[in-house]
């Protein structure tokens, strides 16, 4: 359970970090470049066997951890696109809808349990989401042309949160989790550098300070949140299934209010009832 509230924790808080961009300008893609760099330190740090670059590809989980470093890296400019294209609220309605997609992995793959209480517990929650995520009267509007880019986020961020339990149950061992996530941000943080070097060339590329202090504050944070989720997904007491569906909408219900309290963010009835239904849904999975 521990493990489940400090990945909650974590990504509430990167929530925070996020609405900081805004508010002081930072360049997000090179903020998100520097996180991959900090975040991919704290696990090389926080390891406690040998570090050599040489040993880590030889670890059974390497090529499939360095591929979701690469999905991570893609999915997130995905998420821009599509912010760019239909609005925040989309991303964020994709990003969370996803969760249906571990779900039913777990229960397909896995043969977890999927009582009628947890069935209405998932439905549930995937309402919560929606309605505690949009924040304008008249709900989302995608034109025809750009609906391609949030079914992309969709599937996109549920196959990051498949291939972590895939992953983490097959091939990483309990010992081997920091290195694990270090790889991954290792992986997406390369990626990130031939983004940067391209724009050096091109001479889109401006050095702010502030974007490494904001990749600090989302790196480790953002460390934290997946190695968390690891941890949280190898204690025996919860399903994947459960567990995904609490914490993503836990991380929602926990966000919007922070985002009432730090950022006097007015919420529609709607919203409310999002965030009760919230509630509902984590009572309804916790006890199935």
């Known amino acids: 359970m521990i493990y489940l509230l400090l990945s909650i924790a974590a990504s509430s808080f990167i929530f925070v970090v996020f609405k900081l961009f805004a508010k002081f300008n930072v360049n997000t893609l090179h903020a998100i470049i520097v996180n ?16 050599t670059i040489a040993v880590i590809p030889e670890q059974p989980w390497f090529y499939a951890s360095a591929g979701l470093g690469v999905l991570f890296i893609l999915v997130f400019n995905l998420m821009a696109a599509t912010t760019q294209r239909s609005g925040l609220s989309v991303v964020s309605v994709a990003t969370k809808m996803s969760v249906v997609i571990p779900i039913l992995f777990g229960v397909l793959y896995y043969r977890e349990s999927l009582g009628i209480l947890k ?4 439905l549930t929650a995937l309402v919560a989401v929606y309605l505690a995520s949009i924040k304008a009267k008249d709900g989302i509007a995608i034109k025809k042309e750009n609906l391609t880019f949030p079914i992309l986020v969709f599937l996109g961020s549920g196959a990051i ?4 339990k895939f992953i983490e149950g097959a091939y990483v061992n309990e010992s081997d989790v920091p290195i694990f996530g270090a790889t991954i941000f290792g992986a997406a943080a390369c990626i990130g550098f031939l983004v940067i070097i391209y724009q050096m060339i091109t001479g889109f590329f401006k050095f702010e300070f502030k974007n490494i202090i904001a990749g600090i504050c989302l790196g480790i944070p953002n460390y934290f949140s997946i190695v968390m989720l690891v941890m949280a997904l190898r204690d025996s007491a919860f399903e994947s299934s459960t567990l995904f569906t609490v914490n993503n909408v836990a991380i929602v219900m926990v966000s919007t209010f922070i985002g009432i309290l730090l950022f006097k963010e007015k919420l529609l ?20």
């Open 36 to 51: 991959y760099v900090i975040a991919c330190s704290c696990g090389l740090l926080l390891y406690d066997g040998p570090t």
């Open 269 to 288: 009835p709607k919203n409310w009832i999002g965030i009760g239904l919230a509630v509902i849904s984590i009572l309804l999975v916790s006890m199935s």
């Open 161 to 164: 949160d498949t291939s972590i």
């Open 119 to 122: 069935i209405i517990g998932i």
